[in-house]
């Protein structure tokens, strides 16, 4: 086959594969056209750059944003709008995480996302007396994902009056065992989150040390920016 039949072969291909992404349960929602510009605009506005990609990637991005938002939320044009907003809000946590901000890293990112991501406080963060009436050892993991490891794992220290030692060996192997499913995994990546956002902790606290003694849990989320570069 010579160069030129060669090309129109994969130009062919390449135009087939975009033709079969289909997010066919995500209905056209609004006008696309509307919502495109409104995203050019916003990016040379941060960027100083225009916007360059396809026509056909641009409205199958839009597509998948809507696709992958339509998880947690139903699905309007204002809720886009708050969605790229937010994107642009949180450039930087895009260049951290993709390593460049484009709507493509917006696309990818829609189906993470909730409407409190990265909406914490550092000036007020939960101690452990905010879990005085929280009873720890009903839902352990549902406890970690919402308030951090360090601080449940002391409160069901006191709870279940155990050996300190063997409550964190027990309680590190039980994290190791969410490495084994991408849900799981999702889980792992909440409570951690939870467990950077309310440090620093004092010496009394179980795991306090977190960065060090969770350094082997972190190595699976390098890329996020909330991540202590271990």
């Known amino acids: 086959m010579d160069v030129k039949n060669l090309d129109l072969t994969i130009l062919n291909i390449v135009n087939t594969w975009y033709e079969n992404i289909q997010y066919g349960d995500?209905?056209?929602?609004?006008?696309f056209d509307f919502s495109q510009k409104k995203f050019r605009d916003?990016?040379?506005?941060?960027?100083?750059?225009?916007?360059k990609i396809s026509k056909r990637v641009e409205t199958m991005s839009f597509k998948?944003?809507?696709?992958?938002?339509?998880?947690?939320?139903?699905?309007?044009?204002s809720l886009v709008d708050e969605y790229l907003e937010w994107c642009f809000d949180n450039y930087d946590f895009f260049v951290k995480k993709y390593g460049s901000f484009t709507l493509s890293s917006c696309a990818q990112f829609a189906g993470e996302w909730n409407k409190e991501f990265l909406k914490f406080d550092f000036n007020n963060k939960i101690?452990?007396?905010?879990?005085?009436?929280?009873?720890?050892?009903?839902?352990?993991?549902?406890s970690f994902?919402?308030?951090?490891?360090?601080?449940?794992?002391?409160?069901?220290?006191?709870?279940?009056s155990a050996s300190e030692e063997k409550l964190v060996e027990a309680i590190i192997v039980k994290l190791n065992d969410l490495t084994n499913s991408k849900e799981n995994l999702s889980?792992?990546?909440?409570?951690?989150?939870?467990?950077?956002?309310?440090?620093?902790?004092?010496?009394?606290?179980?795991?306090?040390?977190?960065?060090?003694?969770?350094r082997s849990l972190f190595m699976y989320f390098n890329s996020e920016p909330w991540c202590p570069k271990c």
């Open 187 to 214: 889980k792992l990546k909440n409570m951690l989150r939870v467990t950077v956002e309310n440090a620093p902790y004092s010496s009394e606290i179980i795991l306090h040390n977190y960065e060090k003694k969770l």
């Open 64 to 77: 998948k944003i809507c696709f992958d938002l339509s998880s947690n939320y139903t699905v309007d044009e």
């Open 42 to 51: 916003r990016y040379l506005q941060k960027t100083g750059e225009f916007l």
């Open 127 to 142: 101690t452990l007396s905010d879990l005085k009436d929280v009873d720890v050892h009903k839902n352990v993991f549902l």
């Open 26 to 31: 995500a209905p056209d929602l609004f006008n």
């Open 145 to 160: 994902e919402k308030y951090g490891i360090p601080l449940c794992a002391t409160k069901l220290l006191v709870e279940k």
